[in-house]
């Protein structure tokens, strides 16, 4: 999940300074499947709602094969690749630091940093990405599994596109953001390609949701809170699942779950996702680490999406059409004034 409190770290071509992995690994095993499973796929379907929605009250999580059409993931993947990544001089809002920074690349081209909130991006510059991400991240199998789990229709508060790996710290989005109901907000991660089983797969801590972590109490945007869940994924007593995820799998956990990435053992690979977050529409939603909530919204797919941009006054509206229209006067504009700031 993203966060705004603190600070960016300065980013440099090769990455973020202090940009320290919280890594969960060495860990005694990794499971691709849940203990007893061998191998076979133990989730229930959509077809048995009761089931499912038993199965992800226990565990967290619930993982539902084949829900997006590959074509539609694909033209996600394709959409990016022709507008956003090689747009280098384009600003977009990160997930690590809740800032707008341009792309950092890994070593193999890839788009380190995930970008948030695909409904905020221009219209005019990303308008196939951006319609072809919420087309996925509103699909209506979502919907019915939403439905499934909450027993109402859902509402997106938040969506990423993920294209190489950042290591995502361990977390529980409940603690950046969630329904008013705490724990009652659903992630939803839809693997846009077959993830390599080397390229920093997700991985989530099955019935964290009802376990403490000593120390989780502190900001959750801090050093000392990373690196006390990263030990309990490593040290603690619950499996560690990452499955092998195939292009346009759906993977769903609650707001109170443990989850991160793996780090990249193959840079060669990416791990292309669409992820996005969801409360029932008779929640409101709530930040833990920002001071307001949007209200605004658009409709995709019959699903109504909250919009973050920040708009509120004339000036960020100035700022918000320069960052977008031209990013070079922005970039040099923002490079002046951390020069000159005191
Ligand atoms: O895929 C990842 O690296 C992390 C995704 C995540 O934390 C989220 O969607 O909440």
Known sequence: ?????????????????????????????????????????????????????????????????NAI?????????????????????????RHASGKFERHVYTEAGFMKYPIM?????????????????????????????????????????HTMYFDGN????????????????DGQMIGVWVAAEDIHPDAGRFFILPRSHALRVPGEEGDPNAADYKQKMADFVR???????????KQGDLLMWTSMLIHGSLPTLDERHSRRSFTAHYV???????????????????????????RHSDDETLVKRLRNHVRSDWPRVYGAARDLWKRVRP
């Not at 694909?74 to 280098?88: I, K, S, T």
């Not at 008779?282 to 909250?306: C, D, F, Q």
């Open 1 to 65: 999940m993203q966060t705004r409190a603190q600070p960016a770290p300065h980013r440099t071509a090769a990455g973020a300074a202090g940009d320290t992995p919280f890594i969960v690994l060495p860990r005694r095993t990794v499971l691709e499947w849940p203990p007893g499973s061998d191998g076979v796929d133990p989730w229930p379907t959509l077809d048995q709602p009761q089931a499912l929605r038993a199965w992800f009250e226990r565990e967290g999580y619930i993982l539902i094969r």
């Open 235 to 245: 040290d603690g007593p619950l499996d560690c699942l990452a499955p092998a995820l």
């Open 280 to 306: 029932p529409v008779s929640h409101p939603y709530k930040w833990n680490v920002r001071a307001g909530r949007s209200l605004k919204g658009m409709t995709v797919n019959r699903v109504e999406v909250i």
């Open 69 to 93: 059409p590959p074509r539609l993931c694909q033209a996600g993947v394709d959409a990016f690749r022709n507008e956003v990544l090689h747009d280098d001089v384009g600003f977009f809002e």
């Open 166 to 181: 950042q290591t995502t710290w361990a977390h529980r989005d409940g603690h950046y953001i969630d329904s008013s109901h």
């Open 117 to 157: 909130n695909l409904q905020d991006l221009s219209q005019k510059k990303y308008p196939g990405f951006r319609r072809a991400g919420l087309n996925i991240l509103t699909h209506p199998t979502i919907q019915r599994a939403v439905i499934a789990l909450t027993g109402e229709p859902g509402r997106c508060v």
